[in-house]
């Protein structure tokens, strides 16, 4: 048995996953807030150990490299290159987008190739099965929207900065993003009002809601206290200037219920667009990935279209492994195409 571990390293995250003969084994989410300090990428690694045990070959793609740590890209790609050669071994391989896997020394030479490429991993994994999907991905901070067109993934953009041009990449996700970069305003008790930025976010918000998946908000909060609905609702507040108190916890609901619809929105428009640009087929399902794949599926019956979450694509006997294999996408995608090579 020859297992290949796929890493996805995040500025937030980092994710693993074990694949053997096409079947994904594992998969993990080890919380890895880059922007403070490479130590924290070492400490990650280390609680990921187990998975690296178990495999002898070892390849990672990465986003990471857009964090605040870093002065520019291509600083942050060397650098995390460096990193994972040192705690992974120099035959990782590396995943360098359109031009599949490289060594170490190929990606040091095109770090281009090598930024915020996990996406089209995830891509090329479901067009070898399906000849034309979207791919809707929504992670706790950004969400990607990928058309795959006659068995291969067709984005228009491949930098950051094209595909935030394109409307292929979105900086909005289901727990990190601030309320008030999902909504400038909101309305309360039948008011509409602008809100401030920096006091909550979509985790809190979804906290409110009661509809926070268990185990996918791993950072802390905005206000460095609880989690609580009472301590969620308390910074939510905040950003309409506000204290809790000054309404019932159903107002609060209410408020957070029109601020995530409006994400929602916002998504389903991204969507359209992406769909509008390019030949996609009009019955082309969704193939929904990420922390929210679950709201995604909203985003589907608003576009009129069959969705598919993206473990459906994967083989795996385990029900967490497979609700996790969505969640990590990239990290499963990259551990698949390495496992096949």
């Not at 594992?26 to 690296?52: H, S, T, Y």
């Not at 990465?62 to 890209?73: A, I, K």
């Not at 009661?210 to 609580?228: F, I, K, N, Y």
Request: with cysteine; aromatic share 4%; proline share 5%.
């Amino acid at each position: 048995m020859a297992i290949s571990a796929g890493y996805d390293v995040g500025g937030a995250h980092l994710k693993v996953a074990l694949a053997d003969r096409g079947r994904i084994l594992a998969v993990a989410q080890i919380v890895c807030p880059l922007w403070q300090g490479l130590d924290r990428l070492d400490a990650a690694f280390r609680q990921a150990a187990p998975f690296a045990a178990r495999a002898p070959r070892h390849a990672a793609t990465m986003t990471g490299e857009l964090c605040e740590l870093f002065p520019d890209r291509t600083t942050g790609v060397l650098t995390l290159v460096d990193s994972i050669v040192r705690l992974l071994g120099s035959e990782t391989r590396i995943w360098m987008g359109p031009c599949g896997f490289g060594s170490a020394q190929d990606a040091r030479q095109d770090p281009a190739m090598v930024a915020s490429m996990n996406f089209l991993a995830s891509a090329e994994v479901i067009a070898q099965q399906l000849g034309d999907a979207l791919l809707v991905d929504m992670g706790s901070t950004t969400t990607d929207i990928i058309p795959i067109i006659s068995g291969a993934p067709s984005a228009r953009g491949l930098t950051d900065g094209e595909r935030l041009a394109t409307g292929e990449l979105v900086y909005t996700g289901l727990t990190r993003t601030d309320v008030a970069a999902v909504a400038q305003k909101a309305v309360f008790r039948g008011r509409e009002q602008r809100l401030a930025a920096g006091f909550a976010t979509m985790a809190d918000v979804r906290r409110i809601l009661g509809e926070l998946p268990e185990g996918v908000d791993q950072h802390a909060t905005a206000d460095r206290r609880g989690t609580s609905v009472p301590e969620s609702v308390a910074r939510f507040a905040r950003a309409f200037g506000r204290d809790s108190r000054e309404a019932a916890l159903s107002d609060w609901q209410e408020a957070a219920r029109g601020v995530t619809n409006r994400q929602l929105i916002s998504i389903v428009a991204a969507c359209s667009d992406v769909i509008a640009a390019t030949p996609v087929r009009s019955d082309a399902p969704l193939v929904v990935a990420g922390i929210g794949a679950p709201l995604l599926v909203v985003v589907a019956a608003h576009l009129g279209r069959p969705c598919r979450p993206f473990a459906d694509l994967v083989h795996t006997a385990d029900a967490d492994v497979r609700v996790w294999a969505t969640r990590c996408a990239p990290a499963v995608a990259v551990a698949l195409l390495a496992d096949a090579r």
